[in-house]
């Protein structure tokens, strides 16, 4: 499916990014439908007409470790010393970096100032939960965005971000009205003035079932608030659409997300937690703008080891590995 022509693609893309909830939505009926304006907007079937891929250097090295993510069905072991469950081993493939010379919007979307940066411990939070009601679910989320924001506040200082909070609004039903237009979805982030989060009635509704649901779609859309401050967001509008642009932005915030997951103390990854996140996964919904069941497993996975916030960065890969 080929992006929209650029006028309906400019407006949507700064607007709505959208969070496609995991595990359930399929079981639950959801269909997650994007919108601007109250005018509904959808793929056109033409190629566009400039397609423009990002040069990438060499990997260091040569050869490069596996490409592939462990097997869902991999076992961590427990370090006898110190009783931490460990992920499975695994050497990860090397990723590149864009080559020197490539256009400005190319670099910015790299963030080499983040990507240097070690993803932040994320202490203090909620365990993971259901919830009975709106009231519990919105205090859940509150709770679990204000820690997550505490955590990434000195990453944003040193960078000489800002540091505001970004506000949260709740809605019930499927969709709701923003400064980025109107959007159908459990949760969205729309970046105009600062960014604003989203939390709707689906995403509610699978809270109640599935214990991770707040904890997932809060890291989700603070990912997309974190591109948002490292420019990433704006520099997609200075370069030629492609229908991979979406899919790297998506797939960046997925795995940036399962990075925030594993630092978060209060999640206690174990055995349990790894074929859990391995099933969510795999039991997905699908859509071109999210990836296919290959990427979200690659960058899904690949965020637990990151080390650094460069270790999830989408923007120099070759189109396949976000297709």
């Given at each position: 499916m080929?992006?929209?022509?650029?006028d309906s693609h400019r407006a949507p893309l700064?607007?709505?990014?959208?969070f496609l909830l995991v595990v359930a939505m399929a079981a639950a009926g959801v269909v997650v439908t994007r919108w601007q304006n109250n005018e509904t907007y959808g793929f056109d079937e033409a190629t566009p007409s400039v397609v423009t891929t990002p040069t990438v250097a060499p990997l260091p090295g040569g050869a490069a470790a596996e490409p592939?993510?462990?097997?869902?069905s991999a076992q961590g072991v427990v370090d006898p010393a110190t009783g931490e469950w460990l992920l499975p081993e695994w050497s990860w493939d090397v990723l590149p970096v864009l080559a020197p010379g490539q256009e400005e919007a190319w670099q910015t979307m790299q963030s080499p100032r983040l990507a240097a940066m070690a993803p932040p411990s994320i202490a203090g939070?909620?365990?993971?939960?259901?919830?009975?009601?709106?009231a519990s679910y919105q205090e859940a989320v509150t709770r679990q965005w204000e820690c997550v924001h505490e955590a990434w506040t000195p990453v944003f200082e040193r960078l000489g971000w800002s540091t505001v909070e970004p506000p949260l609004r709740f809605f019930t039903g499927i969709g709701s009205t923003s400064a980025c237009g109107y959007a159908e979805a459990p949760a969205f982030y729309c970046p105009d003035g600062g960014g604003m989060a989203f939390f709707g009635g689906d995403d509610r509704d699978l809270a109640m079932y599935w214990d991770l649901t707040v904890n997932e779609s809060v890291?989700?859309?603070?990912?997309?608030?974190?591109?948002?401050?490292?420019?990433?967001?704006?520099?997609?509008?200075?370069v030629d659409p492609t229908d991979d642009l979406d899919r790297r932005l998506e797939l960046q915030a997925t795995c940036l997300s399962a990075s925030m997951t594993f630092h978060n103390d209060a999640v206690g990854f174990d055995q349990s937690r790894w074929d859990d996140w391995q099933y969510s996964l795999h039991?997905?919904?699908l859509d071109d703008e999210h990836g296919s069941r290959e990427s979200l497993l690659y960058w899904g996975t690949r965020g637990l080891y990151a080390d650094t916030v460069g270790d999830c960065n989408t923007?120099?890969?070759?189109?396949a590995r976000v297709n």
């Open positions: 080929s992006r929209p022509s650029e700064i607007g709505l990014l959208v592939e993510p462990p097997a869902s939070c909620d365990m993971p939960h259901t919830i009975d009601d709106d890291h989700h859309e603070y990912a997309h608030h974190i591109q948002n401050l490292a420019g990433i967001i704006d520099a997609m509008e200075g039991e997905s919904v923007w120099s890969v070759d189109p």
